[in-house]
């Protein structure tokens, strides 16, 4: 997931320091076509959620791409995306 989305989303939710909801989720940031930008940062510039955090997020804000590993690490082979994603 996008770091910039969930930064907003947990200054909106948990910080109470926005008052803009933060929109869908978009993890096209992170994508150049299909496969990840080069030199991305875990943290700095995406967060590992599971497909259950995942599902809930974009229930409730809507959002796409999912990008799926088996790891952490978004460079490592992509996982499959479940039906539900």
Same mark, same amino acid.
């Given at each position: 997931?996008?770091? @910039?989305?969930?930064?907003? !989303? $947990?200054?909106?939710?948990?910080? *109470?320091? #926005?008052?803009?909801?933060? @929109?869908?989720?978009?993890? !096209? $940031?992170?994508?150049?076509?299909? *496969?990840? #930008? ?48």
């Amino acid at each position: 997931m996008e770091s @910039g989305w969930l930064k907003h !989303w $947990r200054e909106y939710c948990w910080d *109470q320091t #926005r008052s803009d909801p933060p @929109g869908p989720v978009c993890n !096209w $940031r992170l994508l150049a076509g299909q *496969q990840p #930008r080069p030199n991305l940062v875990r943290a700095r510039d995406y967060r590992g959620v599971n497909h259950a955090v995942w599902r809930v997020f974009v229930h409730r804000y809507g959002g796409y791409p999912p990008i799926c590993r088996y790891e952490l690490d978004i460079y490592k082979p992509p996982a499959p995306v479940p039906q539900d994603a």
